[in-house]
């Protein structure tokens, strides 16, 4: 993997991960108990020998970059080895964002001549997947490729989310189509590249557009080597709710691909900033636990079912989680039932509360309905659920919404539950509109 | 803030631990489902803001060492901050193992005057508590004592063990240390010593130079306070937490049983304990995985276990794996201890990387007979696995015994060894 230097897009704003998303880059969102989205890729990093990785970020980047920290947590600190955040800087021109993938790239290009690349590796942030990059770099060296784009085979219905493409007994892509309404064929792309490093320097030199699968490798096809790099394991866009609820349920599905134990897969801890490192999870002599994934810190005393908890949460006597994803250090208050439920971190349930309910709802949300609608329920960060009160499924409950909040609330499905003030959606980056 | 520098004795072995001390030294013993004892002095230093530590090491120090690292895990790293470890060396006059507390910072002394200290803090790295030793420094200074003892009532028998001190009367937190005998027979005061010692740095320039007479004294309690009452302002400074000494299997085991009280009297979770995570590797664990089929009750769990049988009333460390069908009751399972299928564990210790086979039942008993070798150390029915033993498939292995480290399937001439034998 030397003179492979990597690039990883981490600008991802996450809008249809809705709440989850305001406060911070989408490849931050916590997943699987103490992970974060980036820790795959950045493992799957570490794993294949990657010495250098950029992490290309641009919205909201704060807790990406305390997260990176040093790059200690997956080995890449060293004299050669590095993990470096790499903000958008101003060039000649005032206001020069990144445009596009292929643009935050092509800006920060300096960082692989320093590194004496010899080819690129384009990775994102935001997928679910364990894979080794080494063979795909191996394979692009074999093929004398100047593109080798990793793709797996997805179901024909889901086709148009992707950059799709045709190939020939080679594994030569002879076509190309970004987002097809109607695909020729099921060969999707993973948006993982490796990109021969001269060859990247002319595309991005006379560039027309800023996006690698629009861009880059639509006019590369038929004029450069072009090949598919074949993936057939576990992947997963965790880009709406309901995938990312759903790939989180998955790791609790013997059989299901995703196996966290054997993946070895890191994270940044340090992060936290706490005092004190986080005490084996207490497990009470009233608890019930079945097919969960329970993180240090919780204390159980009620009942966790089908569920994933990250560090520090508790569950208070009586209460019954099912079929939820509870984020760090949120309080379940004595005889609550939150079932369904994606909780962000902080967040207080109230004793006696009913948030969420099984099954899929005939009511989408009334603010969000392209977001919520699967039947899952939604509560932000640090949102405090007040007792005794009902909240049906496909609602979302804002961020650091209080008992006040609840002041005209009737309980329906589709509820949408903002904040005291209204200019707090603004700093709490509400999209203005959808 | 003045400079105290604190000085850790972490090198004893305490044979009365049997093999859970044959590789490593008391304070790097496992603790509380996350921990190794020395966690707490060096968190208790680290939430005291004493940053300057250095920790004598002398008893198979291999485990120690990794575990303490840089000793970033108890933010000490920086310029004017660090852990020194400080292994027993060859002297010119003097030989070279530190034969006891005073001994080994009477061998030290270079280390200690070189970072000119006002005053140092000498402490054992083998006891479970939570103190904040400012406040034992703050009273020091208000007596304007030369040297303080602190003292603790344990709440259990066995005083004989402990050094024993005499206060003055009256004063709520402490006062003039009247009188100190070491491991008196007959006992004269409810108040044990903590070994826990804070010297101005005159006083203990008087003790190394002027009293030391090697190799006749070794150590503080028994050599040295006795006669250093009379020549300078000693006190005492009465501690009120609770304080774990676990100096025998029946007290350790009952101090981690502990925690699973209601309320327990160590209260961990609250104590913000750090340890150093990338020691056997805690921070790159998974979550625990508790199976479908699976049944925790009053237990503790770290990341990287996976239960798909069932746990009682047991502290599981990182890594440790439950099979289905098997059982596990009133048991302390070091890290990545694994229980294959339909294996019955009852009241057991095993230490790190102790595979129990299948079907194997080990330890439990009604009542048990103390084991034969080593009565003493266990009768009370635990069952004590060394570390990196394979006990084989369908194994019994009864109460009371000692199966000795890295043993495998061909050590076992027998598949049954009755309660109260000994596997060397």
Redesign the interface.
Known sequence: MRQTVAFLLAGGVGSRLNILGWMRAKPAVPF???YRLIDFTMSNAMHSGVQQIGILTQYRPYSLMGHIGSGE?WDLIGRRRCAKILPPSTGREDFDWYRGTADAVAQNLDFAVRYGAQRVLILSGDHIYKMDYAAMVEFHKQKKAAITIAMMRVAWEETHHFGIAQVDDEQRITAWEEKPAKAKSNLASMGVYVIDFEFLEKSLAGRRGHDFGKNIINDAIGVAPVYAYLFSGYWADVGTLKAYWQTNMDI?TPGSGLN??E?????N?DDEG????R???????S?K?????????C?IEGAVLNS????GVHVAAGAVVRDAVIMHDVRIGAKAEVSSVIADKGVVFGPACRVGGPGPSEQPNEKYPDHLYSGLTLVGKKAVVPERIKIFRNSIVEPHTTPLSYGEYKPREGAYIRGALPSEGKALGRPSSR | MKNILAMILAGGRVDELSVLTLYRPKSALPFGGLYRVIDFPLSNLEHSGIEKVGVLSQYRSDSLLRHIGSGAAWDMVGSRRGIHLLPPMKGTVSSDWYKGTADAVYQNKDFIFRNQPDYVLVLSGDHVYKMDYSEMLAFHQSMKADVTVAFVRPDDHGMERFGQGVMEEGGEQGGRLLRYVEKPSQPISEWASMTIYLFNADALHFVLDEMMKPPSTEHFGRDILPVLLDRKRVFGYKFHGPWEYSRTIDEYWAANMSLLQDRPALDIDRWQVRTNLDNERVRDRAPAVIGAGALVRNSRIHHGCVVEGTVINSILFPGVTVAAGSTVKDSILFYDTRIAAHARVTKVITDVEVTIGAQAVVGGARRPGANKEYPDLLSSGITLIGRNTVIPVRAQIGANCIIYPNKGEEDFSEKIIAGGRTLK
């Open positions: 699987g108990g103490c947590a609790l966290l134990p993946w070895g897969v890191r994270t801890i706490s005092l004190g490192d005490p084996p999870a207490v497990v009470a002599p608890a636990i079945q097919n969960a994934l329970i993180s240090a810190g204390v994933v908890l990250s560090p």
